[in-house]
């Protein structure tokens, strides 16, 4: 028999992990204790080694709901002889620094909400122990009412009755209210409250109105997604033409009717977190063809705040749509609005009225939106329910830090105690307005976790504002800040979400960073660990015409690389309707000559500039649009199940010590096959493939030079699920060992956590 004294990290206070635990050890014949130590569960385990592993699994595989297992530490001590097991009661420890993201509606409460015999019948702000906002409504810690956004609400006798008795679902509930002592819901600029404020808002929307409504993160904007008429006009009064829209829909019957469920998703789907899911589309779907055009999937999520449960299902004798639109209430590379004034003034022309309530939003938090690689979640914007979750490191638990993020998608992160906590999504850096949301989310946050930074740390790229905003930071505080290359931190972030520690060849193929020789990356090879990375590789630099224009206008970049492989370029891209003659002409001296030219190897704007050429999308309305088209013609041609007819020949070479990747050569044969009459589909699911074939050619020859044989996949470009799963498969029959990314963003929104983990674990 032995003794080991276990820590579990992570999500474990408040969850039922203590009778979860007291459960598992009656099943395996455990002798111990468990007790709660504030940001840890400390459990001592006596029994057989083998029960003792039993017991343990029991947390891998089976863990009570909410909970969220990052770490278990496992140590063999001596004590006496236990002869049961026992929960030890500890008294509420402070100086815990959890807190918990936003939790959706839970099934219990929402059986209240349309209980008519339950005094929180229709009540639009139900909540409990398990469910309701968290992060969004904290103003500091420790988390009791008195420093949320509820202290403006005193708790009536009833629900003060409920607060204080452990019996009860809302013991300690710090939201708890009721309709008597609870917000209210109201329409901005009218009289029109409560009941009468959500009839309103459902006829309207039943009328084909758009409707702004405030809900835990920030407003949405809102309207029936089968109703094109509405959609379209809410793209045009959006600016916003071909970016999808997110869809609500009333309840699980609905998704399985509109979309494909694949196995695991509607776990995901239903669970505490609620994301935006994306989702393959159904045959039979009836949602307006201009929510999500060009899309194998649409973005779905359940309704997770009461207010939306009662736009849905109101008993008001209106018949209501089952989808509604859901998108956030944000002006064009503003934030997500977050009060009244900013929504009149943002947003007022974009809707028909405004639902608000008068519970204050402290931190905007924008939904989650997840996509499904592999079997498993697989983040695209992580927000609502999962910020400020942490993610666990091994390393020097001392340190305290913050990574600023990137310019793009933008989020922090906050380092203290080992523990990584990523804000939630920010927004685009290029508005000031979405500067000043950084510096607001950054104070709160900062002040929450007690976190005192010693270290800042930001992208390197000269012209970025997240760059000015950390200098004055870092001056005001005086604080030392660190530099770090975009891409490197790409490959951090992955390493760190995997908890890793070796070196790994790092492919990071993204859209735009500033590389160490001043021109832009995007398309690297690096072999990487904590102390620094060495690029290795690149794809072929091609010149980047045209300023911030060449990122969204793919044909820009098709004109450069078809230059470099034909010499009758002009001729091509008058056949491939790139160009005329005359723009190609100049294209070509500006190039020549330098003007608004700079030298690139960014793989996301190759993706770019190969829709252009297969006549998919010449340019973008949205960062992505060109390269998730593509993406979706080669799934199209994917689902037809045939093998292609032929296979895009591509190849690596060395140049000066570094490897090449040709895709240069690559979008040439790509232009070649589809004038000579190549299906459209076929070649882009060809490209794709090609692209995986060059990084598994890269990484082997890499593995050979360096004798690494883990590689690391990170940047905006593997937020393409068909490239990553075809590397990741590929690599894998190569014998390396992938690490992906899972529940941080492939894209910029994860450099944060790179960035921080970087100052957690370098070691000068
Ligand atoms: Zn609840
Ligand atoms: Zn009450």
New binding site residues.
């Given amino acids: 028999m032995i003794t080991v004294n276990i820590h579990v990290y992570g999500i474990v206070q408040g969850v039922g992990f203590r009778p979860f635990t007291s459960l598992a050890a009656a099943k395996h014949g455990i002798h111990g204790t468990v007790a709660n130590k504030g940001s840890y569960v400390e459990i001592i385990a006596q029994g057989s080694r083998e029960a003792i592993d039993g017991f343990i699994s029991e947390f891998r595989s089976n863990p009570p709901d909410r909970a969220v297992i990052l770490g278990l530490d496992e140590l063999e001590t001596e004590a006496p002889v236990f002869d049961s097991f026992e929960i030890i009661e500890s008294e509420k420890e402070y100086g815990d620094i959890f807190i918990s993201p936003d939790i959706a ?2 099934d ?2 929402k059986a209240e909400l349309f209980d008519k015999n339950n005094r929180r019948y229709l009540h639009p702000f139900i ?2 122990t ?2 309701g906002p968290r992060l969004t409504i904290l103003d500091s810690m420790p988390y009791d009412r008195e420093r949320t956004s509820m202290k403006v609400f005193p708790m009536c006798e009833n629900c003060m009755g409920e607060y204080y008795s452990p019996m009860t679902r809302r013991f300690d509930a710090q939201p708890v209210c009721c309709n008597d002592c609870g917000p209210e819901l109201y329409i901005i600029g009218e009289n029109t409250k409560g009941s009468a404020a959500i009839t309103k808002t459902r006829r309207l929307i039943m009328s084909g109105g758009i409707a702004a409504v405030k809900g835990i993160g920030g407003f949405h904007l809102c309207c029936d997604a089968k109703n094109t008429e509405a959609v379209e006009r809410l793209r045009k009064l959006k600016h916003r033409p071909m970016k999808p829209f997110a869809v609500m829909m009333r309840d699980m019957e609905t998704v399985n009717r509109e979309c494909i469920v694949a196995p695991g998703q509607e776990k995901y789907l239903t669970g505490w977190q609620k994301p935006i899911m994306l989702l393959e589309k159904s045959a039979e779907q009836s949602l307006s063809g201009r929510i999500a055009p060009d899309n194998l999937t649409v973005g779905v999520m359940l309704p997770y705040a009461p207010v939306q449960m009662l736009l849905f299902d109101y008993p008001d004798g209106i018949e209501m749509t089952d989808c509604l639109v859901m998108t956030s209430g944000n002006a064009r590379g503003a934030p997500i609005c977050r009060d009244d004034e900013s929504a009149v003034k943002e947003i007022g022309s974009f809707c028909d009225l405004i639902l608000s309530h008068n519970r204050n939003i402290l931190i905007r938090a924008d939904d989650s939106v997840v996509d499904w690689l592999c079997g498993k979640p697989y983040m695209i914007r992580r927000s609502r329910g999962f910020a400020p979750l942490p993610f666990m490191l091994k390393g020097d638990k001392t340190v305290q830090a913050v990574g600023i993020g990137g310019e793009l998608k933008n989020s922090f992160c906050a380092a203290r105690n080992g523990m990584l906590y990523p804000s939630p999504y920010i927004g685009d850096m290029a508005d000031i307005r979405t500067v000043k949301a950084l510096g607001e989310s950054l104070e709160r946050m900062l002040d929450m976790l007690e976190c005192e930074p010693s270290v800042i740390v930001a992208d390197k790229h000269p012209l970025y504002n997240t760059l000015s905003f950390a200098e004055e930071y870092a001056k005001k505080h005086s604080l030392p800040l660190v530099k770090l290359q975009h891409h490197y931190a790409h490959i951090l972030s992955c390493m760190a979400e995997n908890n890793y520690d070796g070196r790994v060849i790092g492919v990071s193929f993204d859209g735009t960073g500033y590389g160490d020789d001043g021109t832009v990356w995007g398309g690297e090879l690096l072999i990487s660990d904590w102390q620094g990375y060495e690029r290795a590789g690149s794809i072929t630099p091609f010149k980047q015409v045209g300023g911030d224009l060449s990122a969204k206008e793919g044909w820009r970049i098709a004109v450069q690389l078809l230059r470099q492989r034909f010499e009758n370029a002009g001729e091509i891209c008058e056949q491939l309707d790139l160009c005329d003659s005359k723009t190609f002409k100049l294209q070509s001296v500006m190039a020549d000559k330098g003007l608004n030219t700079v030298a690139s190897t960014s793989m996301g704007r190759v993706f770019d500039a190969v829709s252009a050429i297969l006549g998919i999308r010449s340019a973008s309305t949205f960062e992505g649009e060109a390269s998730t088209a593509l993406m979706y013609h080669a799934e199209m041609f994917e689902r037809r199940k045939k093998e292609p007819a032929f296979s895009l020949s591509c190849s690596c070479t060395e140049e000066e010590d570094m490897l090449r990747l040709d895709t240069s050569s690559l979008a040439a044969e790509t232009a070649r096959r589809y004038l000579e009459g190549a299906d459209r589909a076929e070649l882009a699911f060809c490209f794709h493939k090609a692209v995986m074939e060059l990084i598994a050619e890269a990484c082997i020859r890499l593995r050979q030079q360096y004798g690494i044989s883990t590689a690391a996949l990170s940047g905006g470009v593997f937020q393409n699920r068909l490239l990553t799963r075809m590397t990741k498969e590929q690599l894998e029959a190569n014998g390396f060992k992938v690490l992906l990314h899972s529940l941080v963003p492939p894209n910029d929104g994860g450099i944060a956590l790179g960035q921080a983990a970087y100052a957690v674990k370098h070691r000068e």
Wanted: hydrophobic content about 0%; some cysteine.
């Fill in positions: 509606t839970c219990k409460c909540n409990c398990q469910c």
